[in-house]
């Protein structure tokens, strides 16, 4: 009982320490808060994938009244902002080379003729697909507004109804906001990084600046300083989730579905898992510099096969392999899954296992790497 | 005096690469993570979707509604599982097994007659581009499905009607693969990595540790100190953005529409940008781990996010449009971009050049007046 409590006070102890080092730097201070700040107010409003005021060009050479009533509909639509009318098909090229569009829009002459002999007559699209996935929303986008363009034309000119529509509607994101998405990620990612980033120096600057060895001194032993070590890690990494958390609800109103309680028990799982590879890391490294460099070369895959920039299932078989060892794919899926779908504890298990698994190689992987470069 | 200078120079450089050589962590960043990146970007990393698992509720039986499904069968973009009730169909996009639910009421044929048909998209909005791109497909592929169905029963319920279509053509990247762009953005992002982050850290390391005011006693100048640094990393620099090309064109068929020469000028511009950032932040914070993190945050992470390199500069608010265009990778990526999938336009050519030349000569020149040799 004694000895427990003697453990318990050294541990304590410890964590205090930690702290301190941590919260007593002015400047680490505002790095462990800005950066998070910065990093999700620019995650959520730059990281769209939606089209906002998309800048086109219009080149109408029919004039009639059914070009103008479809201009009115693209116009209306309040996704593209007209930034020039050509008068020639050979001004498509400049326009579209200099990136001043995303698309030209070209009506041929007879465009009124054709669509009202009943015929199919093309609009032609020219888009600059240097960045692929924009230009294929946009032309998602106006094959809608063609759509309903067609329904409109059809009705009156006698030929009822389009023979089918479908009417789409979206679960857990009614309005398909990428926004919902990346901030979700990143209630996971933000942390990931800074606790890895946390660990990985911990020790690395006391062995760099020498402390390392007045903590051997002490009566704790190398577990005892382990958790030391991860515990305030651990307390800030959550701390960061709720900073971002709070930025998702309250700032960007994105309606929380799922129940605090089982979205802090994945990332508690999720934030151990991360200390677990921090420290190892920092076992691993002999100065801050290569604990800096090892992190950030580790966390560049974690996060880019995570799910979050791009779909795991686009990927290809083997990579999707590779990230059943990534812990940031769990998490993202665990905060997803209880903040936009709301399920609760039982159906994340299949997402908190796996966390856990990876918390219990890494931690004792990381003890015994200790072990062996102390000893 | 002059042979001072490149007697001096010559010595610290010999001194810089040793150093760089000497800690694997150094060539790990230069050399492993862009190979790394390079196949992550390349064979990982892809907004295509593919085989997207549909759940059907078919809830009429009819050769018709059959004929749609099969229509769906064709896309390479989805996959359908037709299932036998909704509740079924719920309960997969529940778990997640599938993307969307796709339902054609028990009246679907027959209103499809009177042309007046109805069928319900439910889509799982978690990854709102992924749903919007399966949206697109599904429904293009049962608009394609209907017109056949209207030649099929001869007259068409619009026959008499005429209709627009789009003729889309897709400029620069005609195989419509999103690698096509994520390759030419990787070698920024390479590019910023070694020559921002590495260096703002390498050098930081040398203030917070001393050893530079052990420099400031040698006859020798800040010019040449920074000089010594700037070579070494121009080199890994230099390393990462080879690597890069020869993995655009060889490994991923990345056509190269520009002059090759042009890329490697404006890149050795932007490089320069870099290191000049790099020089600058470790001498104003002369501490690793705050210049580590000034670096991630001024340049690495408006490369990856502001720069245009995934997400559309265009798309987003002003005031961010704004900084995202004063950022030097914006420009940079802007013309890497046109050099590889559209060519030699010489307008965006010459104008990102000359920003990118002003931006390289105003950091150089800062990092020059931040380095002086005093202690403090």
Known sequence: MNAMLAFLRRVANLCRKELQVILKDPASRVLLFVPALLQSLMFGYAATLDLREAPYALLDQDHGPAAVQLIAKVEGSGVFRRVATLDNESDIAPIVDASKVLFVLHIAPRFEQRLSAGEATPVQLILDARNSTTAGTAAGYLGDIVTRFNGDWRQSHGGGTAPLTVDVRAWYNPNLETRWFMMSSMIAVLSMLQTLMLTALSVAREREQGTFDQLLVTPCTPAEIMIGKSVPSIFVGLVQSTLILLIATLWFHIPMAGSLVTLYTGLLCFTVACVGIGLAISALAVNMQQAMLYTFVLMMPLVLLSGMTTPIANMPAAMQWLTVINPARYAIHLVQRVYLEGVGLGTVVGDIVPLLIIATVTLPFSAWLFRHRLV | ?376
Not at chain 2, 47 to 65: C, G, L, Q, R, W
Not at chain 2, 79 to 91: G, L, Q
Not at chain 2, 163 to 189: C, D, K, M
Request: net charge positive; charged share 15%; proline share 4%.
């Open chain 2, 1 to 376: 005096m002059n042979g001072g200078f490149w007697r001096r120079l010559l010595a610290l450089t010999r001194k810089e690469v040793k150093q760089l050589l000497r800690d694997r962590s150094n060539l790990m960043m230069g050399i492993a993570l862009p190979a790394v990146l390079i196949l992550i970007f390349g064979y990982g990393l892809s907004f295509d979707v593919k085989n997207a698992p549909v759940a059907v509720v078919m809830e009429d039986h009819s050769v018709t509604a059959n004929d749609m499904i099969a229509g769906l069968r064709l896309s390479p973009y989805l996959a359908p599982t037709v299932v036998n009730s909704m509740h079924d169909a719920e309960r997969l996009m529940l778990d997640r097994k599938v993307d969307a639910i796709l339902r054609l009421p028990s009246d679907f044929s027959r209103r499809l007659g009177q042309g007046d048909a109805h069928a319900q998209l439910i889509l799982h909005g978690s990854d709102a581009n992924t749903a919007r791109t399966i949206a697109g497909y599904v429904q293009s592929a049962l608009a394609q499905s209907t017109v056949l169905q209207g030649d099929r029963s001869g007259a068409s319920p619009g026959a008499t009607v005429g209709s627009v279509y789009l003729e889309q053509r897709l400029w620069f990247n005609e195989a419509n693969t999103s690698t096509w762009f994520l390759v030419p953005g990787l070698i920024v992002l390479i590019t910023t990595l070694v020559g921002a982050f590495l260096t703002a850290l390498v050098m930081a390391r040398e203030w917070e540790r001393g050893t530079l005011e052990a420099l400031f006693v040698t006859p020798v100048r800040p010019l040449e100190i920074l000089l010594a640094k700037i070579i070494p990393y121009f080199g890994v620099g230099m390393i990462g953005l080879l690597m890069c090309l020869l993995a655009a064109r060889f490994l991923f068929d990345v056509p190269i529409y520009g002059s090759l020469w042009l890329i490697l000028l404006v890149s050795v511009f932007y490089l320069f940008v870099a290191l000049g950032i790099g020089l600058l932040i470790s001498a104003v914070t002369k501490n690793q781990f705050t210049a580590s993190q000034l670096a991630l945050v001024t340049s690495f992470m408006p490369a990856l996010m502001l720069s245009g390199f995934i997400y559309d500069l265009r798309n987003m608010p002003l005031a961010v449009q704004v900084v995202g265009r004063i950022l030097p990778a914006t420009h940079y990526m802007e013309v890497l971009k046109s050099l590889f999938l559209a060519g030699n336009l010489w307008p965006v050519i010459l104008k990102n050049c000359v920003i990118l030349i002003g931006y390289a000569v105003v950091v150089l020149a800062a990092a020059r007046l931040k380095t002086r040799k005093l202690i403090e």
